[in-house]
């Protein structure tokens, strides 16, 4: 392991049995905390370096905030690390954290300081980044909800908005501050300050300026980055002297891409784009990448490892985790590499979902990403080649000081190859891509490698969208590679030498030179591997075909044995490369503990899998989860399960249909008789909107009445005139919201926004004829219901994030009055308590203004025996909200890790085009996401172990909203096995109160 020390105790640490014992976990922890020790992290244009050791950060990005089960946090960073991450990059979203001014929750799934404590754990370093602005398709970009009501603009030193950063800034900082490897009490390596600011005017200047002497009075030591959009050479550290870039007050330059083009409209893949050159070789200057920061070493904070997707999408997830897929990965990410781009973090890693009211207009509930990890938290094909190249980084640390060698010219111009050389270590590196990288045929070539050991010309071939990375003159632990066409996926000292894992793809042929003194023994253990010695240079020559797994013992020769395995790309990924062990079989393999020769081991089957231990001699038994496994010695001095282990068992699940469902019609605001007296009056306030009503209208933005997330009523009395027959009301929905209105009880009809991309449709302007028979003198009844799905993000730093949600302005006209406003006194409700949650422990994105929601019929325990019993076979439209609610039992197996989805309608379609209704899901109160019939794409929700009770009973709650036309009710809903493996870890239902009268 080349980690820092720290993290080299940590791997030792935690070679325990992963998290089964949280007594262990505890010990870990008071051994991590009686001895921190501080390390001092430097610097230079290669890379990172940790008291004095080079560090290459193979990251990738995960939000706490989307997965609201602590303990499922702990399942992701294992699978990342597992899959060859050394770092995880997290966001912090403020708005999590504070539903009002001064209000501040770091406890349950809002505790920070337990997931940074984790990643420790787990062995990972951390890239901190806390707003205050952060994006991530997050409502407001991750500003809290009354931050909205600022006059002042946010993201410049206007006083206002410095105080609120402020307290933000105080506490979040005080989390990382406490996690930092700078003091030894954590594993934070690098601090982001502000996220894609790119107005760089005064005001920012010194608003980045306080933002990075807060984070050091906070006592954040680690170094200081800011995530420039694009490359456009903002806020580099000083003393950059390339003419265009603006100077910052950061200690590192750090920029974000997404090359490589998306899916296409239809949802199929487009043909790959071409790889970026941003470091070595790129063009150089302000907008080169990383030539904007020649002093500090490459650093991608976010680079494409997916893409979100929007509402009225044919849904894209499957088709971006394909374009994105590992193709893309191997070309992009290698030519990366290539570039000398020591820090690379790839967004996201595993995307989860934005429950409840998290989502930004431009997403819906399901942040997959088509990221390496699924959101129901498996390993997509992309997180084995992402392990394969992780293992790759981490096992080669020649790559951390990497310079463009002498050019190659391969035999075939349709191939690229990138030569760089460590003038250090003398080693050098080939990445292979096709010319231009975005090509995809089958091009066989030759190049020469030129190094210290020699000159030859090496046969190579690339096909479809691939890259390869071939080290040549490279001290493989005690051997010397002088080349090999089969690419490195990792090594290890092995008892008395070395154990090597290489490969290639299925079918090519492979050729692997290693240097000698004398001829050394060649055993050929498996496979077919030919192999000759050249005396005159020392050279003994593997030739093979990568297919399967060969396996070859080479001993004497003047070097410690070599014990090299040879393996197709598949095979390979079925390798898991812990601390000191090579493992192979199981689909996934958590931890490692060995203890008085007994190896015990950790990990997910996905099916029967086979399990082969490469250990130290010393181990002599193996354990799988705990259960002894009977094993066998193999010729390559392996131990090898007799039996496979098992996959997981068949489960079911309780038909839904079949429950006792309840049913209660939820609007009832729509009665003029509703008793409103509570609401508030739209009165007496200023909100920040940047979209306002015309002068003279009271301002109806609900955000100005502290309604922040989800549903808003209105409901509005007025003097009727025969000549009104019109109802103009301008509102903001965010992306595919809506608005439904009465008149006297009577429903007029509901408007709907586009939520599509580039950019959804967040404001609309909707009008009503007024039924005749409603239109005399006297006092009328307006009730008007928005549903509110996100505010803006601040993605160019113009307030976008505060355009008014819920009404804007509403007229009443007739004809020849033009807008003749009669005036309408307005009321106004939201979720209960407005900034004063009531439910702190779901938090402000739980809850918005629903009826059933203000009186917690969304909860478990919620007393519904009075309510009619649901036909869920016939469901019936009603205008307004209809609830449902329904409770069932789950007692899965403990040794097996499932994930449930609710899906609502038939799965195979994105869309019900003309099914006009939507849905919010609570599970056990929790609002797991919405579902809108009429758009989609999304029907099938990810419900989180903790969440979702696997073992206990649980409570369904629908809050089902339709125009009530004919055919507009609710579909078949069922709840669905999304993945079930044998293993997992120990997940807990998170407490969160029940019905309270
Ligand atoms: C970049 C943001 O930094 C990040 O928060 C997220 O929004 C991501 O994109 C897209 O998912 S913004 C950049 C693509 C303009």
Redesign the pocket.
């Known amino acids: 392991m080349r980690f820092a020390p720290v993290l080299g105790l940590m791997a030792t640490l935690l070679a325990t049995p992963a998290v089964a014992d949280p007594a262990r976990l505890d010990a870990r922890s008071a051994v991590a905390a009686k001895a921190p020790r501080a390390h001092a992290i430097t610097w230079d244009k290669y890379s990172l370096k940790v008291d004095g050791q080079r560090v290459f950060s193979w990251g990738g990005e995960f939000h706490p905030f989307r997965v609201p089960s602590p303990d499922l946090w702990r399942d992701i960073l294992q699978k990342m690390k597992a899959s060859g991450y050394n770092t995880v990059a997290v966001?912090f979203d403020w708005g999590y954290h504070s539903p009002k001014q001064g209000v501040y929750d770091f406890s349950g799934v809002r505790d920070m300081d337990r997931m940074l404590t984790m990643a420790q754990e787990e062995g990972l370093y951390v890239i901190t980044r806390a707003g205050p602005y952060?994006?991530?398709?997050l409502t407001r970009?991750g500003f809290p909800g009354w931050l909205v009501n600022q006059q002042a603009r946010a993201r410049t030193d206007a006083p206002e908005y410095l105080q609120a950063a402020d307290e933000w800034l105080s506490r979040i900082n005080a989390v990382v501050a406490r996690h930092q490897l700078t003091t030894g009490q954590g594993t934070v390596i690098a601090h982001q300050i502000e996220?894609?600011l790119d107005v760089v005017g005064p005001a920012q200047q010194r608003y980045m300026r306080w933002l990075a002497d807060k984070a050091r009075a906070d006592g954040i030591t680690v170094p200081i980055f800011h995530?420039d959009?694009?490359r456009n050479g903002y806020w580099v550290p000083k003393g950059s002297n390339v003419p265009g870039t603006v100077e910052g007050p950061t200690d590192l330059y750090a920029f974000?891409g997404?090359p490589g083009g998306n899916c296409k409209v239809d949802s199929t893949p487009s043909s790959p784009g071409v790889a970026p050159d941003w470091g070595i070789y790129g063009p150089g200057g302000a907008k080169g990448g990383a030539s904007a920061s020649p002093n500090t070493p490459g650093f991608l904070a976010?680079f494409g490892g997916g893409?979100?997707d929007y509402w009225g999408s044919n849904g894209d997830y499957d088709c971006t985790a394909i374009h994105r897929g590992v193709g893309y990965q191997r070309v992009f990410y290698a030519t990366n590499i290539a570039n000398g781009i020591t820090l690379q973090s790839f967004?996201?890693t595993y995307g989860g979902t934005s429950w409840g009211w998290l989502p930004a207009p431009v997403v819906f509930t399901s942040y997959d990403?088509g990221s390496a990890i699924d959101e129901a938290r498996g390993l997509r094909d992309k997180a084995r080649v992402m392990k394969q190249m992780g293992e790759f980084v981490a096992a080669v640390p020649d790559l951390t000081r990497m310079d463009k060698g002498e050019a190659v010219v391969p035999s075939n111009d349709k191939v690229r190859v990138y030569h760089n050389v460590n003038t250090e270590t003398g080693s050098h590196l080939y990445v292979v891509v096709h010319n231009p990288s975005s090509a995809t045929g089958d091009e066989t070539f030759t190049f020469t490698v030129k190094t210290r050991d020699g000159q030859y010309v090496v046969p190579s071939r690339i096909k479809g969208q691939d890259s390869k990375m071939l080290m040549a003159s490279y001290d493989l632990g005690g051997q010397r590679l002088v080349y090999s066409t089969s690419e490195i996926q990792t090594h290890l000292k092995w008892n008395d030498g070395d154990l090597a894992l290489l490969y290639g793809r299925t079918g090519e042929a492979g050729e692997t030179v290693l240097r000698y003194a004398s001829p050394p023994k060649v055993e050929v253990i498996e496979g077919d591997v030919q192999s000759a010695f050249d005396a005159a240079r020392g050279d003994l020559k593997l030739t093979y075909a990568h297919k399967g797994l060969a396996r070859v013992r080479i001993t004497g020769g003047g070097r410690s044995p070599l014990t090299l395995l040879l393996a197709d790309a598949e095979t390979g990924q079925t390798f898991w490369r812990r601390d000191d062990v090579l493992v192979r079989g199981p689909g996934l393999v958590r931890g490692e503990a060995a203890k008085g020769g007994v190896l015990s081991l950790t990990g997910d089957t996905e099916t029967d899998s086979p399990l082969e231990v490469f250990a130290p001699k010393a181990v002599t038994a193996i354990r799988w989860n705990g259960a002894k496994v009977a094993t066998k010695p193999t010729a390559s001095g392996s131990l090898l399960a007799e039996r496979p282990l098992p996959g997981p068992a068949a489960i079911t699940l309780p038909d839904l249909a079949k429950l006792d469902w309840k049913t209660a019609p939820g609007s009832p605001e729509a009665d003029p008789k509703f008793d409103d007296s509570a609401w508030m009056r739209t009165e007496g306030r200023r909100g920040g909107s940047t979209v306002r009503g015309p002068t003279g209208q009271p301002t109806l933005d609900m955000s100005a009445y502290g309604f922040h997330n989800g549903d808003v009523w209105y409901r509005g009395r007025y003097h009727g005139r025969a000549d009104i027959d019109t109802l103009t009301l301008h509102y903001g929905g965010g992306g595919a919201g809506m608005l439904q209105v009465w008149l006297d009880g009577r429903f007029l009809g509901q408007h709907e926004l586009d939520g599509g991309l580039p950019r959804p449709i967040t404001t609309g302007v909707a009008t009503f004829k007024l039924p005749e028979d409603l239109r005399g003198t006297g006092e009328h009844v307006l009730s008007v219901m928005v549903r509110d799905n996100g505010h803006n993000?601040d993605?160019d730093a113009d307030d976008f994030h505060k355009e008014a949600r819920g009404l804007v302005s509403a007229s009443l006209s007739g004809p020849g009055t033009y807008s003749f406003a009669a005036p309408i006194a307005w009321k106004i409700q939201g979720n209960k308590g407005g900034e004063d949650i009531q439910d702190p422990v779901r938090g402000d994105a739980n809850n918005g203004g629903q009826y059933g929601e203000r009186e917690g019929w969304h909860l478990p325990g919620f007393p519904d025996a009075a309510w009619a019993k649901a036909d869920m076979a016939d469901t019936k439209p009603y205008a307004g909200t209809t609830w449902y609610r329904a409770s069932f039992d789950l007692a899965l197996s403990k040794d097996q890790d499932t994930t449930l989805g609710l899906s609502i309608g038939d799965p195979a379609l994105p869309r019900s085009p003309n099914k006009r209704y939507r849905v919010l899901i609570f599970v056990n109160g929790w609002n797991m996401g919405q579902f809108i019939a009429n758009v989609g794409p999304q029907r099938t929700f990810v419900l989180p172990s903790g969440i979702v009770d696997p073992h206990g009973k649980n409570t369904l709650a629908l809050a089902v909203t339709s125009d009530g036309a004919p055919g507009d009710a609710l579909e078949a809903v069922k709840l669905v096995n999304l993945r079930t493996v044998r293993g997992g870890i120990p997940v807990a239902r998170v407490p969160a109160p029940d019905f309270k009268p």
Not at 134 to 137: G, I, T
């Open positions: 966001y952060v994006n991530a398709e970009g996220n894609e995530n959009k694009g974000d997404y976010e893409w979100f967004y996201m990403y993000w993605l």
